[in-house]
């Protein structure tokens, strides 16, 4: 998960740099939505079983790394305009997570609403990051 991560934010630098300057909140928003829709992320293509052998093998503090959080959402947030000054860094990244969390746990969902409910999270993520109620 964390190599595909790194991969989508290697992409969406690159699309900053093409533009030669930090990225509007709609081009970086357009570009996350990319990120939950079943083509792009092979958390659709998991089963259970096999998320469940993954996460058994994770030690626990790889997968809670708050220090990793903030880096990750400074990192990012530093090539979009607009950004909202009081950030809460906790708040930001529990917007992935939580559609991790879904994908993750897929089988207890109606997934064919899933990349439409990704959409609205996604959306509240953009109002969160822009500073809009």
């Known amino acids: 998960m964390l190599v595909c991560y790194s991969y989508q934010n290697g992409k969406l630098a690159q699309l900053a740099a093409d533009k030669k300057g930090k990225l509007t909140m709609d081009e ?29 093998k994770i ?12 880096r990750t959402g400074r990192l ?11 950030i ?11 559609m991790a969390l879904a994908l993750e746990n897929k089988d207890f969902m109606h997934q064919e609403a899933l990349e439409t409910n990704f959409q609205m999270i996604v959306g509240c993520m953009y109002r969160y990051v822009k500073g809009e109620s």
């Open 28 to 56: 970086a928003f357009e570009w996350y939505k990319t990120l939950y829709r079943p083509q792009e992320n092979p958390l659709y293509h998991v089963s259970k079983k096999d998320m469940d052998w993954i996460m058994a």
């Open 59 to 70: 030690s626990p503090e790889r997968l809670f790394r708050p220090e990793v959080d903030i």
């Open 76 to 86: 990012i947030l530093s090539m979009i305009e607009g950004v909202r000054e009081d």
């Open 88 to 98: 809460d860094y906790r708040v930001l990244a529990n917007f992935p997570k939580m």
